[in-house]
């Protein structure tokens, strides 16, 4: 996804998006609104074309600014997390499928991604997972309630490798301080990346937020519920690290 793309390329294929925002508060007059996200083609195969149709009517929610209610959405009162750009789908699937007693929201804008979910909902027999194709800012604002979150996900961002691109990351001071809003006291903000440079700018935006506290002593274990992607087990074996970031929402 980035400019530059060493061998072998750091997981930045749309496992998720970038923001276009800078350290600094936003000025609407001098700066574009935070995006989670940046435009890139891509080709729809028949099976996620299908995967749309048939099962986009059910499990794609369409945006609205409005607050969502979980339990008529899933029919259950049960957690709820949100993860920003599930990328085609497969970790967020085996996530839902080992965390069978917790609900899934996921944004993704890219339409193969949304397709290929969307299969893998129904190969899993999955009931657990709900779909936005929007922006994750917007849904963030419009759609989730404040201190609703039992977790948030945000795996294998962008990582923008280029110094002059750095501000385009995703996971920047203004943008955490409104996702943490909506992450409920003793909930967390899960983060991984297998770019070293952005694993260090994680740990020091959120270590700066005064509503997080790290749940380890810098980098977390990889926990047990996150699946290794054939990205990074393919890093993995030409000797690549993964730094896996995980804050609680202070009480």
């Not at 028949?46 to 959405?73: C, D, H, Y």
């Not at 699937?93 to 979910?117: M, N, R, S, Y």
């Not at 909506?182 to 005064?210: F, K, N, S």
Request: glycine share 8%; charged share 25%; hydrophobic share 40%.
């Amino acid at each position: 996804m980035s400019d530059t793309t060493p061998a072998p390329a750091p997981e930045s294929t749309p496992e998720n998006a970038p923001m276009n925002a800078p350290e600094k508060p936003l000025d609407p007059a001098q700066h574009r609104p935070i995006k989670s996200f940046v435009v890139r083609a891509g080709r729809m195969g028949s099976g996620q074309v299908k995967a749309l149709a048939e099962l986009g009517p059910k499990f794609v929610l369409p945006f609205k600014a409005e607050r969502l209610n979980p339990a008529e959405v899933f029919g259950r009162e049960a957690p709820l997390v949100f993860e920003i750009g599930f990328g085609m789908g497969d970790a967020t699937a085996k996530i839902a499928q080992t965390l069978a007693d917790t609900d899934f929201i996921g944004c993704e804008v890219h339409a193969p991604g949304v397709g290929a979910l969307l299969k893998h909902i129904d190969e899993r027999g999955l009931s657990n997972i709900r779909i936005v194709q929007h922006d994750a800012v917007d849904v963030l604002e419009q759609m989730i309630a404040p201190d609703s979150l039992a977790g948030v996900h945000i795996f294998f961002p962008d990582p923008w490798h280029k110094v002059r691109h750095n501000k385009r990351r995703l996971i920047q001071s203004p943008f955490v301080a409104q996702l943490v809003k909506h992450i409920r006291p003793g909930g967390y903000l899960h983060c991984a990346t297998d770019w070293e440079p952005y694993a260090q700018q994680m740990l020091e935006v959120l270590g700066a937020e005064p509503l997080l506290e790290n749940t380890a002593e810098g980098f977390a274990q990889t926990p047990s519920y996150r699946p290794l992607t054939k990205f990074e087990n393919r890093g993995i074996k030409l000797g690549h690290g993964v730094w896996d970031v995980v804050f609680r929402r202070k009480a």
